[in-house]
């Protein structure tokens, strides 16, 4: 069945950098692009950007496009999402989530979140 | 870039109730459109893509419509799990982005 897992809970000061990673099995990973989407304290879902984990393109949203890179290991069919300079903004629950394919709307699998805290 | 308003924010309604959601884009996102579920300590689950087809395990009593600038989610008959909060999504395709909803809460009256 289709897994995405990704890395547990972290704990940054402000100004410094993250990585989360997502690991992804039961499907052939180069098949399906990975997103990843933030939901801070009380607030809405937020897109941050996607990668095509084929050839490596990406996206970013224009709000973080300064501060964030998704990039892949296809060896281990894995996701990352570095996010650079944080803030006490940034503090939310980050998802991967799958593409249901690549000419439609929609992701159909979602990791289980990954609870970043930026505080000093 | 495309925002997407989604109305009511908060509605209170019972079990068994049918319920009308709407999500209206600022421009015309054709039928590039999502809707998800999205329950506290849960990741969002995707309930239709394409505007108008449910996801794999979705129930019938979901369905979704709309074309252009203006979508609408039902939910024929609200079962006690149905209480969650909704959200829409849209992509554009160049570049390839996407923008949610703000969201609308659907809690037991």
């Known amino acids: 069945q289709v897994q995405l897992v990704q890395s547990r809970a972290d704990l940054q000061k402000p100004g410094a950098s993250v990585r989360v990673s997502c690991r992804s099995s039961?499907?052939?990973?180069?098949?399906?692009?990975i997103n990843w989407v933030r939901q801070a304290p009380g607030q809405g879902l937020e897109w941050i950007g996607w990668?095509?984990?084929?050839?490596?393109?990406?996206n970013y949203a224009q709000s973080l496009q300064d501060r964030v890179t998704i990039t892949t290991d296809t060896s281990t069919s894995t996701a990352y999402m570095e996010l650079r300079s944080l803030k006490s903004d940034d503090t939310a629950i980050y998802y991967c989530?799958?593409?249901?394919?690549?000419?439609?709307?929609?992701?159909?699998?979602w990791g289980q979140g990954t609870l970043l805290t930026v505080s000093s | 870039e495309i925002v997407l308003t989604q109305s009511p924010a908060t509605l209170s309604l019972s079990p068994g109730e049918r319920v009308t959601l709407s999500c209206r884009a600022s421009?015309?996102?054709?039928?590039?459109l999502a809707w998800y579920q999205h329950k506290p300590g849960q990741s969002p689950r995707l309930l239709i893509f394409?505007?108008?087809y449910r996801a794999t395990g979705i129930p019938a009593r979901f369905s979704g419509s709309g074309s252009g600038t203006d979508f609408s989610l039902t939910i024929s008959s609200l079962e006690p799990e149905d209480f969650a909060i909704y959200y829409c999504?849209?992509?554009?395709?160049?570049?390839?982005?996407?923008?949610f909803g703000p969201g609308t809460k659907v809690d037991i009256k």
């Open positions: 990668i095509n984990t084929y050839n490596g393109n990406t």
């Open positions: 394409d505007a108008s």
């Open positions: 421009q015309s996102v054709g039928t590039s």
């Open positions: 039961g499907y052939t990973f180069t098949s399906y692009g």
């Open positions: 989530a799958r593409d249901r394919c690549a000419a439609c709307s929609g992701f159909d699998y």
């Open positions: 999504q849209q992509r554009t395709n160049w570049p390839r982005t996407f923008t």
